[in-house]
């Protein structure tokens, strides 16, 4: 019987150390789990930082931010200086403000999807232009891509146009060039569209197929803003991702309405 006793005790205490090694196990898990998703959050959050950090400097540098639109000045010789795919800048005004960035262009289509401005590798990326596009902005169809940010940098704010309440407030955007110019947009349509649609086309066979183009983008807005287009017309399509899927982007499209040559 104390032999029994003894064996029984004996195993009790063998499952009793297995699992407390199987309890210590889980728990050294879960710490490294946990040690990685905050590595994972901090990495994100520097990324975030290093980002809104570089832009906030470039404005500094290479832009006169007053707040009167028309004074709004910048200095391309010093942008250029530092990257010579500077092709732009791209401001709205009043709101949403935050959109005020150097427009790049590479020399392949997502060369600037993670990097900065100054190539500096970032999820935030940089505001660029499609590599197939004029970069004076010439072409029926100009196409700008950004991301959208979850710190509300870069591209986010696009979304605002999903409410008409804020066009109606907000129906502009400015692009500035190299060539000392300001180029207005006159928003005239927002909404969701397929990462794969029409909505990317850049080239036309011939003005039917371009009225055609822009009666589609008209058709699949969210709301109607009476802004006239005409085939004579370009415009600008402003494009980021959403948060429905990575099937969908939301774009906000502009119409030229006029281009001056800005004073010194």
């Not at 006793?5 to 009790?12: I, P, T």
């Not at 100054?118 to 010439?138: H, T, Y």
């Not at 100009?142 to 109606?168: A, C, N, P, V």
Request: aromatic residues 12%; glycine residues 6%; proline residues 2%.
């Amino acid at each position: 019987m104390a032999r029994e006793r003894d064996k029984k005790r004996h195993h009790r205490g063998r499952r009793k150390k297995r699992g407390s090694l199987v309890l210590r196990a889980a728990f050294l898990l879960s710490a490294l789990v946990f040690c990685i998703s905050v590595w994972q959050l901090v990495k994100i959050g520097k990324g975030y930082l290093d980002g809104q950090s570089e832009y906030k400097e470039l404005r500094k540098i290479a832009a006169n931010s007053k707040d009167h639109k028309d004074q709004f000045r910048v200095d391309f010789s010093e942008l250029m200086s530092m990257n010579e795919d500077t092709v732009g800048w791209i401001r709205f005004y009043p709101e949403p403000s935050v959109i005020s960035y150097p427009l790049v262009q590479g020399q392949e289509q997502e060369y600037y999807l993670h990097r900065t401005f100054q190539k500096a590798k970032n999820a935030s990326g940089a505001i660029f232009l499609d590599v197939e596009a004029s970069p004076d902005f010439r072409d029926k169809n100009t196409i700008i891509y950004g991301h959208r940010m979850k710190d509300g940098s870069m591209f986010r704010h696009l979304q605002d146009y999903s409410e008409r309440e804020f066009w109606e407030k907000n129906q502009y955007f400015y692009i500035y060039t190299p060539y000392g110019t300001e180029i207005t947009y006159h928003i005239y349509s927002a909404g969701e569209v397929k990462a794969v649609s029409d909505t990317y086309l850049t080239s036309f066979d011939g003005v039917k197929e371009y009225g055609e183009f822009l009666d589609m983008t008209k058709e699949t807005a969210l709301y109607d803003t009476g802004v006239e287009v005409r085939n004579s017309d370009t415009i600008v399509t402003l494009s980021t991702c959403t948060s429905a899927s990575d099937d969908h982007r939301f774009v906000v499209r502009g119409v030229k309405e006029k281009e001056v040559t800005l004073e010194e």
